[in-house]
Structure formats: C-alpha cells, structure tokens
C-alpha cells in the first residue's frame, strides 16, 4: 500500500522523503504519474502534473481524477496517523471550488481525529503554478480495522 512515510537517506545522510511511488507498474498510484513531494508548508504531500490524458474537455484536471489524487494522498496521511496500513475510506466528501489550470494539483493532509476505530483526515488541493491557489477542499474518514471491537 502507498506510505508517504517511506524514506530514503539523502547524500548528507538525512531522511528526504522518497519522490517515487513504487507500487508496480500497473498500480494506479504508477499509471496517474503521482509523485511524493515535501509541502513547505503542510510537510509530506502528493502531487500529479496536468497531462493530456488527466483533462477534461476545459483543460483542467478532471474531477474524477482530482478525487483520486485526494483519497491517495489522504490514505497516506491515515496510515501515518493509524500506525497500520489495515485501514479502509468510509466516508468522503469533497467541495470543488475552482479549476486546476496550471498544475501541478497537489494534495495537503492534515488529521483532524484520531479516535480508536476512526481517523478522519482534511485534505485540500492546491494549484501549485498558480500561486497555491486552493482548488478543492475535502474531509475523509477512515476506519481502523485493527482497532478493538465494541
């Protein structure tokens, strides 16, 4: 499963976190070109360039496609948040506000809970060639199958 908390040791020997996904080449992490990045602002984010194959007939990121990059990238924020890679979405819910034109669509995470059974994670994308601008704005839930049953 996609962990942007996987690292790699940079030539100073520090942790950099890793740009490539490796999750096979038919993965649709590998097939949609998403990549890890570092936020400066928000820390570990995922992101994906505007390609002919990802628009719409507008020219921006299709919304299909912008709720996919959401959810990858607010799994990886749910893992790293659960301590388990034994988690599945159960609820998600996303607000477009405007066109990704520029690209590249980044998605930055934040938790908002982590209780027992659940965590349910913000994630915004942002237009990042557009001076950041917020495009879609979202929240997700994630049971913890690992969790105790009540």
């Known amino acids: 499963m ?3 908390a996987d690292t790699d040791s940079d030539q100073n020997g520090e942790d950099a976190t890793m740009a490539t996904i490796d999750v096979g080449a038919t993965h649709i992490l590998s097939l949609m070109h998403m990549e ?8 570990p984010a995922l992101e994906m360039e505007l390609r002919e194959e990802v628009v719409n007939p507008h ?3 299709h919304g299909g496609l912008m709720g996919a990059l959401i959810e990858c ?7 790293r948040a659960a301590g388990s890679e034994n988690i599945v979405a159960s609820d998600m819910n996303i607000r477009f506000l405007s066109a990704v034109t ?6 930055v995470t934040e938790v908002l809970r982590r209780g027992r059974r ?3 994670i913000r994630a915004d994308v942002i237009d990042v ?6 495009v879609a704005s979202s929240t997700l839930s994630y049971a913890l199958l690992d969790s105790p049953a009540t």
């Open 129 to 134: 060639g557009d001076d950041r601008k917020l």
């Open 59 to 61: 020219g921006s990121l």
């Open 2 to 4: 996609f962990s942007p």
């Open 73 to 79: 990238g607010a799994a990886g924020c749910a893992v």
């Open 102 to 107: 520029v690209g590249p669509a980044r998605v």
């Open 36 to 43: 890890r990045v570092e936020d400066p602002e928000t820390g």
């Open 118 to 120: 659940n965590v349910v």
